[in-house]
């Protein structure tokens, strides 16, 4: 059995907050689901399928936010695997529903981690409860952008890749977000500004990084026959892979990503091959991570991800795989620290027609969604959306 | 030079014997004898064949350096970096006392212990 074209994304949302100081996280909660309804024309107790992260919803997660929404459904999922939690419940979701579990699926994304001015890629994180590995990594003070660091320098001992090529990754994102009015970082930058922005953990750079931002977003799928009841252009799912990556009981290596993983599956269950695909939402939270899994995901030989990215070949209309076309994580929005969701989003609006047009891609028929939730640097859970036109 | 505190590793009754060790200096990894694969975090059962008949064996402090980042965005800079043991297995870990430009992948370095902040000693790479 597969998912393939049993499910339609039929509504998306993404909060234009980026700055959330005078919300809380439930009213963001509230608001992105209100939009992807408004989006999809449907209304709140059309919902029979629920999908949220436990780590973005505060109280007892699911529970309190069904409460808060005033949802009542027969099925809901709280699968938390960081910020590529999004990008599996898409896969979920479709499942539910190809198993008609449910048949109209909503998901949401919300945080404002920026407002709480929580130093996110900077400041180790100790867990409220210990976890099984805490002992032998917190006393070292592993935070997010050390431990992508330590992943980005041994991929460059191993292969050559430069600062320089990974520098092309937030040129590419920010010849992007100068068109999306509600990004963070709207200004376009060069490969100099890049590698000449402070260095935070070598070898990235302040602009190798992602921005810290507030909001949200929220996605809702549907059965195929009530995504044809509705006025939105058709979306569908033909794929979705997941896998979990860690360090192996010792056995580490930093230089791939789950994505060797969860890649091949989702292509298998779509059918299509990485040359089909005419747009790319690839998780940004750091240069490094989009060159590592443009590799495992296949888009270039394994090694071979700076060369790749150079010289524009990320830039809509300019290269050869248009990626990221809001501005991505590095300009637009990673909002709760978590861009899985905007990355569905994002590659919707181009399967739809409906992304800026000054970085529409032109007959945009196949389009990847993945993301990497966790940590490259420890452990973390990789997940691929493959989604069609029509 | 001022030192980076170190926060006071979680200790639980599994990896008790490994921190009783430490604060004698010894650094203790797993070894199954089921099927001979030692393994780094320790843990009861082998991730490797999951048998549960594995053993503590004392590591002789020698590694590598597998790859390692210094935070230059710290109150007090610190090279996080991953070890890769003689005995087989890599181990997140802190290269300490040294020129922080100066590590490189591939080094040879040897175990050194750190005092925590309260708990018992951290183990630490130097340079060898």
């Known amino acids: 059995m597969s998912i393939k074209d049993k499910a339609y994304i039929v509504g998306i949302y993404e909060h234009p907050t980026r700055l959330a100081t005078d919300k809380t996280v439930m009213m963001l909660h509230a608001e992105v689901a209100a939009g992807a309804l408004a989006d999809a024309g449907l209304t709140k107790n059309d919902i029979d399928g629920y999908f949220c992260a436990?780590?973005?919803?505060?109280?007892?997660?699911?529970?309190?936010?069904?409460?808060?929404?005033?949802?009542?459904?027969?099925?809901?999922?709280?699968?938390?695997?960081?910020?590529?939690?999004?990008?599996?419940?898409?896969g979920h979701a479709a499942e539910a529903i190809?198993?008609?579990?449910?048949?109209?699926?909503?998901?949401t994304l919300a945080g404002r981690p920026r407002a709480e001015g929580m130093?996110?890629?900077?400041?180790?994180?100790?867990?409220?409860?210990?976890?099984?590995?805490?002992?032998?990594?917190?006393?070292?003070?592993p935070a997010t952008a050390n431990m992508y660091?330590?992943?980005?320098?041994?991929?460059?001992?191993?292969?050559?890749?430069?600062?320089e090529q990974l520098a092309w990754v937030k040129v590419a994102a920010s010849h992007h977000a100068q068109h999306n009015p509600h990004a963070m970082l709207r200004d376009v930058v060069t490969v100099e500004d890049v590698v000449n922005s402070p260095m935070i953990a070598d070898p990235l750079h302040r602009l190798d990084c992602c921005v810290i931002s507030d909001g949200g977003g929220a996605i809702i799928l549907a059965a195929p026959e009530i995504a044809k009841s509705l006025k939105r252009p058709l979306v569908k799912v033909i794929g979705a892979g997941e896998a979990p990556k860690h360090q192996m009981g010792g056995k580490v290596d930093l230089t791939y990503s789950g994505a060797v993983w969860s890649g091949p599956l989702a292509f298998a269950e779509a059918g299509v091959r990485p040359a089909d695909v005419k747009y790319a939402s690839i998780y940004d939270s750091f240069t490094i991570t989009v060159v590592m899994q443009l590799e495992d995901l296949g888009f270039c030989e394994k090694g071979q991800g700076g060369r790749f990215v150079s010289d524009g070949n990320l830039i809509s209309g300019v290269g050869k795989l248009p990626f990221n076309t809001d501005g991505g994580g590095l300009c637009n929005n990673h909002p709760s620290n978590r861009g899985g969701l905007t990355k569905v989003v994002e590659a919707v609006r181009q399967l739809r027609g409906e992304a800026h047009p000054a970085v529409q891609v032109k007959?945009?028929?196949?389009?990847?969604?993945?993301?990497?939730?966790?940590?490259?640097?420890?452990?973390?859970a990789a997940a691929t959306v493959i989604m069609e036109r029509g | 030079m001022a030192e980076r505190k170190i926060s006071t590793p979680a200790v639980n009754l599994e990896t008790q014997p490994f921190w009783d060790a430490a604060a004698q200096g010894k650094l203790l990894i797993k070894k199954c004898t089921?099927?001979?694969?030692?393994?780094?975090?320790?843990?009861?059962?082998?991730?490797?064949?999951?048998?549960?008949?594995?053993?503590?064996?004392?590591?002789?402090?020698?590694?590598?350096?597998?790859?390692?980042s210094v935070m230059r965005r710290a109150p007090i800079p610190y090279a996080i970096a991953y070890v890769t043991l003689a005995e087989g297995p890599t181990m997140m870990?802190?290269?300490?006392?040294?020129?922080?430009?100066?590590?490189?992948?591939?080094?040879?370095?040897?175990?050194?212990f750190k005092p925590s902040e309260g708990g018992p000693p951290v183990p630490m790479f130097t340079p060898a």
């Not at chain 1, 198993?99 to 998901?107: F, P, V, W």
């Not at chain 2, 040294?98 to 175990?111: K, N, P």
């Open chain 2, 93 to 112: 870990t802190n290269i300490v006392d040294c020129d922080l430009d100066s590590i490189e992948i591939g080094q040879a370095v040897r175990l050194v």
């Open chain 1, 119 to 141: 130093a996110t890629g900077t400041q180790p994180r100790a867990p409220a409860v210990p976890m099984p590995e805490s002992g032998f990594e917190s006393p070292y003070a």
């Open chain 1, 149 to 163: 660091a330590m992943a980005a320098m041994r991929h460059m001992h191993q292969y050559g890749t430069t600062s």
């Open chain 1, 363 to 380: 007959n945009c028929d196949i389009a990847l969604a993945h993301g990497t939730g966790g940590s490259l640097g420890t452990r973390h």
């Open chain 1, 54 to 90: 436990a780590g973005d919803t505060p109280g007892l997660g699911q529970i309190s936010a069904a409460d808060y929404l005033g949802l009542k459904t027969k099925h809901i999922d709280s699968t938390d695997v960081g910020g590529s939690s999004y990008l599996l419940q898409v």
């Open chain 2, 34 to 68: 089921a099927c001979g694969e030692p393994h780094f975090y320790p843990r009861s059962h082998c991730p490797f064949c999951f048998s549960d008949k594995t053993e503590w064996a004392e590591a002789s402090g020698k590694g590598t350096v597998y790859t390692y």
């Open chain 1, 98 to 107: 190809a198993l008609g579990k449910c048949s109209i699926a909503l998901i």
